[in-house]
């Protein structure tokens, strides 16, 4: 039986005319061979509704629900190591180095702050409440029951927490400070990127300096809505790219290399502030990494 370091993947097979649930998977998924399929299902990684595995003979229906666990043969680790700095009933709050996704996806399964979390914790029914980037270091919050969770996720839907970041990045003289950057960010090209055009601002972040050393400052960053990418876009945007990016303002060859763990993104997720919907206390937390000159 599979592990219970992750939670599979669904699928509601759709309508075709397929003999097996193999044939319907095979089809589906054209990048991964039957061979494959098989020896999941021979493990016992292929599974219906019930938890029930399913073999190579179950029969198709359209609309059955099979739960499948993702692999990545030979997954290459990754070799940074993320802290637990609150944990109790309801939430968990970690801290990610550099370089680690927090969910699986693409070349990702294990190697991800989620993967690890779950292993730590014996506890599946984690759950991220938001997201920073793989390059991105810092907090990251997570929902610990399923009975609290909604309470917690409608606290970033309605912008009720104060997230703080910090970057380093090359000196904006020319601006006063704190300064406010909007602008309207939508998708760019290709579309793992995003752009500034013109048009009503949806994407805001106020700014201030930090700490200031010859021709790179460390800012500090509140961004008031939660674009993708908002915070690397409208720094690039003011011409100050954050040190380290490879996306913006241009991309660089250096997205298509190995990750150079001595330069990361200079990206910081510093911390965490809102009002808990349980107890009504202020809760604030802070990042224990540091952003290296």
Not at 21 to 31: T, Y
Not at 85 to 94: K, R, Y
Not at 95 to 120: N, S
Not at 194 to 199: I, P, S
Request: contains cysteine.
């Amino acid at each position: 039986m599979p592990s219970p370091v992750m939670r599979p993947s669904t699928l509601h097979l759709p309508q075709g005319d397929w003999a097996t649930v193999l044939d319907c998977l095979c089809d589906h998924f054209p990048a991964i061979d039957r061979s494959v399929w098989l020896q999941r299902m021979a493990r016992g990684r292929v599974l219906d509704a019930a938890g029930t595995p399913i073999d190579a003979t179950h029969p198709y229906r359209a609309g059955l629900k099979v739960r499948y666990f993702r692999e990545v043969p030979n997954e290459t680790p990754i070799p940074v190591v993320e802290q637990v700095l609150w944990q109790d009933e309801h939430l968990l709050v970690a801290d990610k180095p550099h370089f680690l996704p927090v969910m699986p996806a693409g070349e990702y399964v294990e190697q991800t702050l989620l993967a690890r979390l779950i292993e730590r914790t014996g506890n599946p029914e984690l759950v991220p409440i938001h997201r920073i980037d793989r390059l991105t270091a810092g907090l990251v919050l997570f929902s610990v029951a399923p009975n609290s969770r909604g309470l917690y996720q409608a606290l970033f839907r309605q912008r009720a927490v104060e997230k703080r970041y910090e970057a380093i990045a090359p000196a904006l003289a020319q601006l006063q400070f704190p300064h406010v950057h909007r602008s309207r960010m939508v998708e760019g090209e290709p579309f793992f990127r995003m752009q500034e055009v013109a048009g009503e601002a949806n994407s805001e972040t106020r700014i201030e300096v930090l700490e200031r050393r010859g021709e790179l400052w460390r800012y500090g960053l509140s961004p008031v809505t939660g674009r993708k990418h908002q915070l690397r876009v409208h720094l690039a945007g003011l011409g100050a790219p954050i040190v380290g990016d490879d996306f913006y303002p241009e991309l660089h060859e250096s997205r298509n290399q190995p990750d150079d763990y001595a330069k990361p993104l200079k990206l910081l997720a510093r911390g965490l502030r809102f009002v808990d919907p349980l107890s009504g206390q202020l809760r604030e937390f802070e990042s224990g990494l540091q952003l290296q000159w």
